[in-house]
């Protein structure tokens, strides 16, 4: 199956080719066979972008609330109504199953235009009675947009950006992984479909070459970027020299904390889905399992058992739950973790080798007595590998929980309602659950605290990131002057 977009661009409302740019690559990851043949944007198409995007702005911000919010949740119900079609585009761009991709990708991009096109017409300010004088804010636009995406959700990346600042009135121009550009052009043409002004958004190809031009770019008044934590120092300085704002969703280690009180299966579940969804590529993930010795070989006999179960095979069969990495070079790289798990001698319990033959797949891999030095322990893998390590004591995996860079995400189980609330309150991360872990609901915020980023996406949190108040003071009387 061939998936050549009409072009490799988006721009002002159509598809837009410049074959001068570097070429870009796309590969199907559960066989490596070129689908797609794209081209990175040249410098004369960057400019347009931001040109077709600063030019929109005035138009698209005059609009109500209640007209933008129309356009928002008209994009969201074509992306329902296509969603098997856009699910298998996602699929064949990320590899990820479509078991997976046709429930948590168009359908959470869809969420998103739903939920901000839905409070569009609510973005309102206050008065402020002073005596007789009196003052009230305003809730405006930030203006131009940049978001940039990673690879691993590029839909709903580029929903969860773009339906915040569509709906606060901003314009945008939008860069995807350059490993899954795919999807975010159809993001722009049902835009265009539901009846948003050309220009509104954009969408341009290329790697970070690209990005940083983008974000070093004066039109731009903010940069939201979901990607790794190096690529969020550097964009969040670029963005600094020019006090532009920002919204950094990046890398994380979580733990995921299981007390002997917790229901076992539910917990299992839960590491299941904390590490193994989308083959682990997943930032939020619960990677660092922390299990009561009273309960670890229960435990870890009920996983084993359980990830044997896992399917694992060509993603479009909907029997598939298992898929391959987005590429060879992300394999290589979980590869190498697994092997220096081995080498500082954690003790491997299943998986643990790629598979033989063509894709990029990778056993579901469980490592246990998983010490906190571990580079297993401490780096980001962003693959299939789950590690679990010992606790007794509940301030003791408090502390090497937090003991981290990172503070994205975290989980407790236990049954414990007071013990469940003490823990999470004391844990040094933007988004916790109890008794469950990955929910991301579209009403609820997400972001990660220390290196994991900066600000917060969906939810009435997420507002406060794409738009800014004035404060306007009105004076009813005389004014008063020392002299
Ligand atoms: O991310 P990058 P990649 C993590 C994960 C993974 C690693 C690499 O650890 O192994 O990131 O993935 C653009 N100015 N996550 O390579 O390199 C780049 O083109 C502006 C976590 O995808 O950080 C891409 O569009 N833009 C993540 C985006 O930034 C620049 C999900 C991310 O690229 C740029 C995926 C620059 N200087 C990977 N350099 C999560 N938190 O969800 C690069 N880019």
């Known amino acids: 199956m061939i998936i050549q977009p009409k072009a490799s661009h988006f721009i002002n409302g159509a598809y837009i080719e410049d074959s001068a740019g570097p070429e870009l690559a796309v590969t199907y990851p559960a066989n ?13 198409l960057i400019e347009q972008a931001l040109a077709a995007a600063d030019a929109a702005r005035a138009e698209w911000a005059a609009m109500t609330g209640t007209e ?59 008065h402020i009675q002073l005596g007789a004088d009196w003052a009230y804010t305003k809730r405006e636009a930030l203006g131009l947009c940049v978001g940039i995406g990673a690879w691993n959700y590029p839909m709903q990346i580029a929903c969860w950006k773009a339906a915040p600042a569509l709906a606060c009135g901003n314009t945008m121009v939008f860069k995807p992984s350059e490993t899954t550009p795919l999807s975010a052009l159809k993001v722009a043409e049902v835009f265009m479909e539901a009846g948003a002004p050309a220009g509104v958004f954009n969408v341009i190809q290329g790697t970070g070459r690209v990005g940083a031009a983008l974000v070093g770019d004066a039109r731009v008044n903010k940069v939201s970027l979901t990607g790794s934590v190096p690529t969020g120092r550097k964009v969040y300085a670029a963005a600094a020299a020019q006090m532009k704002h920002v919204t950094m969703e990046l890398g994380g280690k979580s733990p995921l904390i299981i007390f002997e009180d917790a229901d076992i299966e539910n917990a299992v579940s839960a590491a299941i889905n904390a590490n193994f969804y989308s083959s682990g590529q997943i930032c939020s993930n619960g990677t660092r399992v922390f299990v009561h010795t009273s309960i670890k070989e229960a435990f870890l006999s009920r996983l084993a058992e359980r990830m044997s179960d896992a399917t694992i095979g060509d993603p479009m069969d909907e029997a598939t739950t298992l898929g391959p990495m987005v590429s060879e070079a992300q394999r290589q790289i979980v590869l190498g973790y697994i092997e220096k798990g081995q080498a500082e001698g954690a003790r491997l319990v299943a998986g643990g080798k790629a598979l033989e033959g063509e894709g990029f797949f990778i056993q579901p891999t469980l490592f246990a007595d998983v010490t906190d030095d571990m580079t297993i322990a401490r780096e980001e893998i962003f693959g299939p590998v789950m590690s679990v390590l010992d606790f007794d004591d509940e301030q003791d995996v408090i502390a090497r929980a937090n003991d981290t860079e990172f503070g994205l995400s975290a989980g407790v189980f236990t049954r414990d309602l007071a013990r469940g609330h003490r823990v999470v309150g004391q844990l040094e991360a933007g988004s916790c659950w109890i008794n469950t872990y990955n929910l991301t609901p579209v009403e609820v915020p997400f972001g990660g605290n220390k290196a994991s980023g900066v600000g917060r996406e969906n939810g009435h949190a997420a507002i406060e990131h794409y738009s800014q108040l004035k404060t306007v003071y009105v004076a009813m009387g005389d004014v008063e002057a020392p002299f």
């Open 32 to 44: 490596g066979a070129r689908i797609a043949s794209l081209h990175e944007a040249t410098d004369a």
């Open 68 to 126: 933008r919010g129309r356009i928002l949740r008209r994009a969201a119900e074509i992306i329902r109504e296509r969603n098997r079609e856009l699910s298998e585009l996602e699929t064949m761009d990320t590899g990820k199953p479509l078991s997976e991709t046709l429930v948590a990708d168009p359908t959470s991009a869809a969420d998103a235009l739903e939920y901000f096109g839905g409070m569009a017409a609510t973005l309102t300010g206050e």
